[in-house]
Structure formats: C-alpha cells, structure tokens
C-alpha cells in the first residue's frame, strides 16, 4: 500500500524522530501466549499516528480515524471465521510522532507486555524487528530498512532494491538519452542510496559528469541552500541538463532552488516520490521549480487503490460500523489536508497482507511458518499492489510494478499513471 504522508510531514516540518506514544489499550493476559498466537486468538499490535498531538506546530492533515477503521476492518474479518480459525485481537496504541524516547516504551509494551505476533504499519520498525523479533507489516525505519531475519512484509520497497528497478524503466523510455547526468544527495545520511544510484547509471550506460553531496547539518537550513547553490553553479559549469535528486534530495534540491532564487532549472528525477509528495501537498514550493521534474511509485496512487473493489468494500464495513464517521474519498490527483480516507485505506491494505501471508501460513503459526509463507508468495493478488506481485527469500517486498509520476503545473500537484510504465 502506498506509504502514510504522516512520517515525511512531521519530519519535514518538525525534524523529529517519529515515536510512539502507548495509551490504554486491552489488558494484557496474565500468562500471554508464546508470540501472541493461541488456538484462538492472535494478537496484532497496531500503532497508529495520533495527528491532535501535532496540531501546536500547524499540521492540519486528517487521516480519519484509524481505531474505527481496524476495529471495524477487524471485527469483520472475525465475523467471516477469522484466519484459520483463529479470531484477530487489536492492541491499538496511539503515536504521538515528536521525540524517540515513547517508542521504546509503547515497543515494549506491545512486544512484551501485550505479547503481539505482529506489529501493523509502525512508524519505527527497529524495535520491533531487531530487538523483539516481532514481524511488523507495512513498517517504516528510523534509517535503513532492517537487515534482521524477522520480517517487515510491505509493498514498498527500500530504496537499495527499488532505485535500481525504476532507473531501468526511466532508461528505457530515454529520459537519460542525450544527457549530461548530476548526482545530488540531499544529506551524508543518503551516501549509501548515492552509490546505488551511480552503480545502477553505470550499468545503464548513462553519462554521468557529476556526483555532490550536500553537507551541511540537516538542522541548518541557512547553510544547506548555500551548500546546494555552490552544488547547482558546479552543475551547470559541468553543462548538467539532467539531474537526479537521491533521497532527501528530491525535497532539498527544489527548496534550496526557491531559497536562492535559482534560474538554473534544468529537468529532474526525483528517486523518493513520497519526499517530494509531501513538499507539494504542504504547498511549500513553487511551482517553476517543480514542473521539470519526474518521479516514480512502486505502488498506484491513492485515488486508484481507493476505487479497488476490496477498498470499497472496506469502506462499506467501516461505514456501517460507524455511520457518523466522516470518510471523504481521495481527490485525484491528491490535494489539501482532509484525507479522512486514509484510515480506512490503510487498514483495509495492512490487514489484508497480514490476513493473505498469515492464511498462507496454516494452522501451525509461527514466527518461521509466516515468514516461509510471506518469502513464497508467487503472482500475489494483493489490492496495495495494483498488480499481481511476487516475494522471494529473503526479500520481503516485491520488485514489479513502477508508477511514473509528473508535476502538473496547471493544478499543483503530482499526477500518477493509470497503469505500469513498460519495462
């Protein structure tokens, strides 16, 4: 499914850590099962964005109401017998996404205290995969993804695997043709997905003339504009017409272009969609710095998960359940701060690829039976996908589709296509 806004809005406006924050949730059992699984009963750790907690700092954005929206989601699953016979019970805890300190705190607790076999959707995923080996669906890391053997099963995958794919496809419909290549990595912190980035060129034979990095401290905004602005006068003496923004790169290359009234705008690809999503739907840049510029999703845009029939059908649970709740679908392209669709979305999708690997698993659950499970999907039907996708060992994320996404200057906003792009 495609990534949650909240992680990259709250980081990019507050240059926080996301944390979670446990409020009261149900009471743990006295003598709680081996890994949260009973002959019953599987207990699923779900901690979601409290965004009330973040309105002091002018964040607006309503994702709707994620306990009803997995409450519902979930009691409907129960309804229908459940996975294997065993019936699903919610630990819902509350993120607050300023400070790291309240996320160990809300991981022990639903790690240990709670006993949960699996953790939907966390924002800070270390935790749970490394510490606990709690497998986690749909999770995000501080830094990079984990190298641990316990799972994070998710469709978007971390940018060492997907850059690779999606500079293959921009290849082969010669957006690198006739180009003179510049690397721009945001921060040191993006050095790594830079070497991805340069071996995968290499490879595709494009004419790369320069590679910069940005230096300056993360938290001096001062310095990062005129580190970039030095970076973009060495790009054009170079005679740079293409450049590829890694990382945080796609959101500091087009700020720093605004911050110092650039007139150097040559076309741009931007490697990390939801970054420089979060720039455009926060209104923070201008549109002539945007209009060159293309990028990609390996998941379809929310309009076209949200008219999926499995989606709707969510939909129609959550609202039933709850018929005061106000549920507005997703304009298309996406636009402004009511996403109250969101909620139902995300759990719609989380616990569909929690109900599809942990089914796949059979009766025996554990954490080895439902990582095979997850590893040997094969042409999974899965809604956040779009497309049927495929696992492998190893690697708990599939490699396929690839979504181009252009800025459309008459509205503002990133437009996505229907449909793949050809390999």
Not at 146 to 160: H, I, K, R, V, Y
Not at 172 to 180: A, I, T, V, Y
Not at 195 to 214: F, I, P, R, T
Not at 256 to 266: D, I, M, T, V, W
Request: net charge negative; proline share 8%.
């Amino acid at each position: 499914m495609r990534k949650s806004l909240v992680t990259t809005v709250v980081s990019a406006l507050l240059f926080s850590a996301v944390a979670i924050v446990g409020v009261a949730g149900p009471a743990s059992a006295t003598s709680a099962p081996t890994q949260g699984v009973t002959a019953t009963t599987i207990r699923v750790g779900i901690p979601y964005v409290d965004l009330a907690a973040v309105r002091q700092f002018g964040i607006t954005l309503d994702q709707g109401s994620f306990p009803d929206a997995y409450n519902a989601i979930i009691a409907n699953l129960n309804a229908q017998g459940g996975i294997n016979g065993r019936k699903l019970v919610p630990y819902l805890v509350a993120v607050n996404p300023v400070g790291t300190g309240p996320a160990i705190t809300a991981c022990t607790q639903l790690s240990e205290d709670d006993s949960v076999f699996v953790a939907i959707n966390p924002q800070q995923s270390d935790c749970f995969v490394q510490q606990h080996h709690v497998p986690t669906i749909s999770g995000t890391f501080q830094d990079a993804p984990s190298t641990s053997a316990t799972p994070n099963f998710t469709l978007q995958p971390p940018p060492a695997a997907y850059d690779p794919v999606q500079l293959a496809v921009l290849a082969h419909q010669g957006d690198f043709k006739g180009k003179r290549v510049g690397l721009f990595a945001g921060q040191e912190t993006d050095g790594a997905e830079l070497k991805v980035v340069q071996s995968s060129l290499k490879s595709l034979g494009v004419h790369v003339v320069e590679s910069a990095v940005d230096g300056a401290p993360q938290s001096d905004e001062v310095a990062t504009n005129q580190q970039a602005a030095l970076i973009a006068q060495r790009f054009q003496q170079a005679g740079v017409n293409e450049v590829v923004a890694v990382g945080t790169g796609a959101t500091i290359w087009p700020e720093s272009l605004q911050a110092n009234e650039g007139s150097y705008l040559p076309s741009w690809i931007a490697t990390n969609e939801s970054s420089l999503e979060t720039s455009v739907l926060g209104a923070s840049i201008q549109p002539k710095y945007l209009r060159n510029v293309l990028t990609t999703s390996p998941v379809p845009s929310n309009d076209t998960l949200w008219r999926t029939p499995a989606v709707q059908a969510c939909d129609r649970v959550v609202r039933k359940a709850y018929p005061s709740l106000e549920i507005t679908p997703p304009t298309n392209p996406l636009t402004g701060s009511d996403q109250t669709f969101y909620a139902v979305e995300a759990a719609c999708l989380n616990i569909d690829l929690f109900a599809t690997i942990a089914k796949a698993a059979g009766k025996n659950l554990t954490e080895a039976t439902f990582a095979h499970a997850g590893y040997a999907l094969r042409n999974a039907d899965i809604p956040g996908s779009g497309v049927p996708v495929s696992f492998a060992p190893g690697r708990p994320y599939p490699l396929g589709p690839v979504y181009l996404v252009t800025f459309d200057k008459a509205k503002n906003v990133l437009q996505f296509a229907s449909t793949p792009a050809a390999k």
